[in-house]
């Protein structure tokens, strides 16, 4: 542990697996107190453990990100946060005639309400204590459209020329 985050708590987003959980790693070895975010309760005790074992503080929230009370809830619980790491997202991928209203609602939850949510209510106390860092995280597939990018198998196109 490098002691270069030392005092400072980290918040991470979906931080039981992928990018968040190594994330959540690297920081903890920095000397960060990390708050490893995630919805299983089994992952994230064993990223806790791994953060743990490298001589940092971790502790596992679970929290529904697509739940704006359970993200107010998140933040309440994370405390007095230095860096808030938005990684948790989804992407269902579907064409427009295939998304329905409920996977759109959850996209947005997740992917644009759950970090404005956290933001507004993280960023005053990094404010007022005069440091802090965001960082937000994003697929490059939420923003580069890829013909079929949702079938399981290519499919040939209809046309020829």
């Known amino acids: 542990m490098s002691g270069e985050l030392s005092g400072a708590t980290a918040l991470v987003t979906g931080a039981t697996a992928g990018i968040g959980r190594a994330v959540a790693l690297r920081l903890g070895a920095l000397g960060a107190e990390v708050v490893v975010h995630g919805r299983d309760a089994r992952r994230g005790a064993d990223v806790v ?12 929230v679970a929290a529904d ?7 107010r809830r ?6 007095d946060v230095d860096i808030l790491v938005n990684n948790a997202g989804v992407y269902r991928f579907a064409d427009t005639a295939g998304t329905s209203s409920e996977m759109f609602d959850v996209h947005m939850a997740i992917n644009a309400r759950a970090p404005l949510l956290l933001v507004g209510r993280l960023a005053p106390g990094m404010a007022a204590r005069g440091h802090g860092a ?12 890829a013909r079929n990018a949702g079938r399981t198998a290519p499919r040939r196109p209809r046309w020829s020329c």
Do not use: K, M
Request: proline share 3%; hydrophobic share 55%; charged share 20%.
């Open 49 to 60: 453990r791994e953060v743990s074992a490298a001589g940092a503080t971790a502790r596992f």
């Open 65 to 71: 990100l697509a739940e704006a009370d359970d993200v």
């Open 74 to 79: 998140l933040a309440a619980e994370a405390g």
């Open 134 to 145: 965001i960082v937000n995280l994003s697929t490059i597939a939420a923003g580069a459209p």
